[in-house]
C-alpha cells in the first residue's frame, strides 16, 4: 500500500525528515517522485535497520535501487543499427502497410496523422497502422447506408475489443520473467522484452482487424 511520506512517519512514529532522507539516499524506495513509499517494505527496513547485521545487505539493496533499469536504458537502442536484420525487414513492411493506409484514407477523405513514417520504431508503426485503420472503418461506415450501427452493437464490439487485448497481455510477465531474470545483460533483456512486446501488438492489430 502506497501512502506519503508524512503519514508513514506517524504510523512508525518517526519523524518526516528521517524518512525523508531515507528515501533519498535510497535506503527506502520511494514513488510517485519520491513523495510516496509502500508501507510493508518500508516497514521491513527500518525493522531491519535495527539489526546491524543486516547493513551489507542494506548498502547492496541500495545501490541496485540506484542502478539504471530496463525502463531507464529503454530509450538506448533505438537506432537502426541495434535491430536485427528480421526486424529491418519487418519495419520496411509495416512502413510499406502503413503508407497504403494512409493512401486509402486520403481517398475516402479520411483523416491521417503527420508524422514521420522512416523514424517510426516498430511498436509505433503497429500503433499507428491500428489507429489509421479505426478511421478508415469511421470513413467507410459514414459512406455506408446502414452507417447506423445498434448501441448493442458497439457494446458488443467494445467487449470483443477488451477481450482480445486482455487475452494477449494476460501472462505477459510469467512468460518471460524467468528469461529475463537469467539474462544479466539490460540490453539483451530490453531486446526480449521489445520483441514480445511488438508480437502482443501484432496479434491485437490482428485480432481487431478480424473482429471488425
Do not use: W
Not at 30 to 53: C, F, H, N, R
Not at 111 to 132: C, F, G, H, V
Request: charged share 35%; glycine share 2%; hydrophobic share 35%.
Amino acid at each position: 500500500m502506497l501512502m506519503s511520506q508524512s503519514a508513514f512517519s506517524k504510523k512508525v512514529d518517526r519523524s518526516r525528515q528521517y524518512i525523508n532522507k531515507l528515501v533519498k539516499n535510497g535506503t527506502i524506495p520511494g514513488y510517485g517522485d519520491k513523495k510516496e513509499v509502500k508501507y510493508s517494505e518500508a516497514s521491513q527496513i527500518l525493522e531491519d535497520m535495527k539489526d546491524p547485521t543486516r547493513d551489507a545487505q542494506r548498502e547492496a539493496n541500495a545501490e541496485r535501487r540506484q542502478s539504471p533499469s530496463l525502463m531507464d536504458v529503454s530509450g538506448s537502442y533505438d537506432s537502426v543499427a541495434d535491430m536485427t536484420d528480421a526486424e529491418k525487414v519487418e519495419q520496411q513492411k509495416l512502413q510499406e502497410k502503413l503508407k497504403e493506409k494512409q493512401r486509402e484514407a486520403e481517398s475516402l477523405s479520411a483523416d491521417t496523422e503527420n508524422i514521420d513514417i522512416e523514424k517510426l520504431n516498430i511498436s509505433q508503426l503497429n500503433a499507428a497502422i491500428l489507429r489509421q485503420e479505426l478511421r478508415i472503418r469511421t470513413a467507410k461506415a459514414d459512406d455506408s447506408e446502414n452507417a447506423v450501427i445498434s448501441i448493442e452493437e458497439v457494446e458488443r464490439k467494445m467487449y470483443e475489443a477488451g477481450r482480445i487485448m486482455r487475452d494477449t497481455i494476460s501472462g505477459f510477465a510469467a512468460r518471460l520473467s524467468a528469461v529475463s531474470a537469467a539474462e544479466s545483460d539490460p540490453h539483451k533483456s530490453f531486446m526480449l522484452l521489445k520483441a514480445e512486446e511488438n508480437r502482443m501488438l501484432k496479434v491485437i492489430n490482428q485480432e481487431l482487424s478480424n473482429e471488425c
